[in-house]
């Protein structure tokens, strides 16, 4: 992992395409801008992990078939 010290209004460049902005800092809340082609998708990294618990929580639950049979779809 690289680790970089930025100050307000400084950027990293990632592969000459996808710009890391340091918008603003205040306190422990630091505020980044992300500039990238529209083909890469750009994600919180919790909700990524929470939707991943929800699915396999959702894949480890058992369903009664016969409750399935008397469901109207």
Known sequence: MLILSRKRGQSILINNDIE?????IEG???????????????LRKELVEEVQANNQEASSAHVDPNLLKKMKF
């Not at 422990?28 to 750009?42: L, Q, S, T, Y």
């Open 20 to 24: 890391i902005y340091i918008a603003s």
């Open 28 to 42: 422990d809340n630091i505020k980044v801008g992300i500039r990238a082609p529209e083909d890469i998708v750009i």
